[in-house]
């Protein structure tokens, strides 16, 4: 049943458009406010998987008809994504083990001044890069610096060099 305006648009299809991200819109947002607070300047693993499959399973949902992207199946895809998450989240909450699997260790690449190069390599670093690290942090040299972690989620965490 196509609808057409004066400009070409099919009507039905826009109205169609609306309804379904009316529909899914709130849907998704009380699934993402079910999995709880999420720091989104510092995003994990999990979390950017989430963001991909939320996004696709709801942008379709949104944009494309019936028989191309089916309410129920994204739905349940939704569903499904956010149980798997608030599941991991739970694990890595109780395990240290699936804790460190998840979100990775923070890593050594200062250390009394001292830049620890293979520290950089294994994390594919350059010594630029966490030079402009440090930089953000307010300190031009690595010299005071007592001891820089790289953490799980690419933030620099430091202890300056104590002056007496």
Avoid: Q
Avoid at 144 to 156: Q, R, S, T
């Amino acid at each position: 049943m196509e609808v057409l305006s004066a400009t070409g648009i099919d009507l039905w299809y826009v109205g169609t458009v609306v309804l379904r991200t009316t529909a899914i819109f709130p849907y998704a947002f009380i699934l993402l406010r079910f999995l709880g607070k999420r720091r989104l300047a510092h995003l994990n693993y999990i979390d950017l998987l989430l963001i991909i499959a939320f996004g696709s399973a709801v942008g379709d949902v949104m944009i494309y008809d019936e028989s191309l992207a089916r309410f129920l199946t994204s739905v349940i895809a939704i569903t499904v994504v956010a149980a798997v998450v608030k599941m991991l989240n739970e694990f890595s909450a109780h395990s240290v083990l699936v804790h460190h699997a998840i979100d990775g260790d923070a890593r050594m690449v200062i250390h009394k001044g001292e830049i620890l190069k293979e520290a950089l390599e294994s994390e594919d670093l350059s010594e630029e890069a966490l030079l402009s690290l440090l930089r953000e942090k307010g300190i031009d040299s690595p010299k005071k610096v007592h001891v820089a972690f790289i953490e799980p989620d690419g933030e620099i965490s430091l202890l300056p060099v104590k002056r007496h």
